[in-house]
């Protein structure tokens, strides 16, 4: 019989399995469950945009577009990064359009990661940073940031974390799972600090657009000369409710996308073909509408947010405020059960399932995620069952 454990790569055996598909599992199992667990718009996709998609394989467009995407797309790519971020790239040899921002996170890990070398992580956080720089080889680096400082990352706690084998950072504002956003003077802050250690930001702007509260969205790129040593990702899923075409891109200089599209070429060879012309076709119809379709969507998002502070509140349970995202990150420490304690309780007693904060890092032990991204209908009927909970404890 053969010792599977012998042969498996030790590094890939041994990382664990995401907190939230772990526990979506188990929700998703449940008959009736009313789960607030996922980040994934309930919106389709506007047909304005799937249509495009449909009519490119009608017309047989069903073969490999170029490794690093269809040059149209990059074009108008380069257009939006310039329009929302204030930053040109060049759509020649400057963007890749990638099967999702999660494929663009890993082949930029890949591009720029080497063995032993150490890569900051805020958390809380997205589940997969850490597992993607440890399959590089690369040894994942959390810095705990706090809730009395509204989850940013602060210049002391990057500075603290900074070790002669630190190579990058990631940034990832709006924040998954705190809705936490950076804005300009935060992100000014950490510039000097970056720059003094060489270091390389990975910035996953897969929320940019989604920002409330008169918020404006800030790419660490637009600062200074951090253009030069930024990497952006981002994608079609979130804002555009695009989840299921697995649509993403990379932009950074040059030097840096040649590596990440030869990464990307020889791994996958090129994104899906009518996702690449879906896009195309949301990035140009949202120009024309001044973006309607997305800008719909966030004010549907801003009424669930502040529907479900304002429960939240009513209940007892302290919640820093997000002003980006679709997700609250509400403390449950007061009911004196822990994150995980709480969500197993809650799906057992009233079959509502939310998110341990410990699956985004060790800082949101005392958090739950909740997502907005369900209709109001649904939101409303799991936040009567967890006033009930509640009450119980």
């Known amino acids: ?18 907190g939230i598909r772990k526990f979506f599992g188990i929700a998703a199992s449940r008959k009736d469950c009313l789960s607030l667990g996922v980040g ?10 799937s249509r495009a998609g449909i009519n490119s ?39 890749v359009i990638t099967v ?31 597992p993607l720089v440890s399959l590089c080889g690369g040894v994942p680096v959390p810095i705990d940031c706090k809730i009395e400082n509204e989850f940013k990352l602060t210049p002391e706690e990057l500075q603290s974390k900074i070790t002669p084998k630190t190579k990058g950072l990631i940034l990832a504002y709006p924040n998954n799972p705190t809705g936490a956003i950076m804005d300009e003077d935060d992100l000014r802050k950490l510039v000097p600090i970056i720059e003094k250690h060489n270091l390389i930001v990975f910035s996953d702007e897969i929320y940019g657009e989604l920002v409330y509260d008169g918020a404006k ?8 000369n951090m253009r030069e040593r930024t990497i952006i990702v981002s994608g079609f899923s979130k804002y555009f409710a695009m989840t299921g075409w697995r649509l993403g891109y990379v932009c950074a200089p040059k030097e840096i996308i040649k590596i ?23 990035l140009n119809a949202s120009f024309k509408s001044g973006f309607k379709e997305v800008h719909e969507m966030l004010n549907i998002y801003d009424e669930r947010r502040k529907y479900i502070l304002s429960r ?18 509400p403390s449950v420490k007061s009911t004196g059960l ?41 939101i409303e009927k799991a936040f009567d069952l967890i006033e009930e909970f509640v009450k119980d404890l």
């Open 100 to 130: 999702g921002a999660s494929e663009g996170l890993d082949a930029a890990f890949r591009a720029i990661c080497a063995i032993g070398d150490e890569i900051l992580i805020p958390e809380p956080c997205f589940v997969c940073y850490a």
């Open 312 to 329: 939240l509140n009513k209940m007892g349970l302290d919640c820093f405020t997000p002003r980006g995202a679709f997700y609250v990150f």
């Open 338 to 378: 822990s994150c995980e304690e709480f969500a197993y309780a809650l799906l057992d007693s009233k079959n509502v399932a939310v998110i341990p904060g410990s699956a985004f890092g060790s800082s949101g032990n005392d958090f739950i995620r909740i997502s907005y991204a369900y209709s109001l209908e649904v």
């Open 40 to 49: 994934e718009p309930d919106f389709a996709t506007p047909t304005i945009f």
């Open 57 to 95: 394989i009608n017309a047989g467009k069903t073969h490999y577009t170029a490794n690093a995407g269809l040059l149209e797309l990059r074009q108008t790519i380069s257009k939006y990064t310039k329009q929302f971020i204030g930053v040109d790239y060049c759509a020649e040899d400057e963007i």
């Open 260 to 282: 990440i599209t030869k990464i990307h070429q020889y791994s996958v060879m090129c994104a899906p073909t009518a996702a690449q012309y879906t896009a195309l076709e949301a």
């Open 217 to 224: 969205f800030t790419s660490i790129a637009s600062i200074g």
């Open 1 to 18: 019989m053969i010792d599977y454990n012998s042969i498996l790569n030790p590094i890939a055996r041994n990382i664990p399995s995401s």
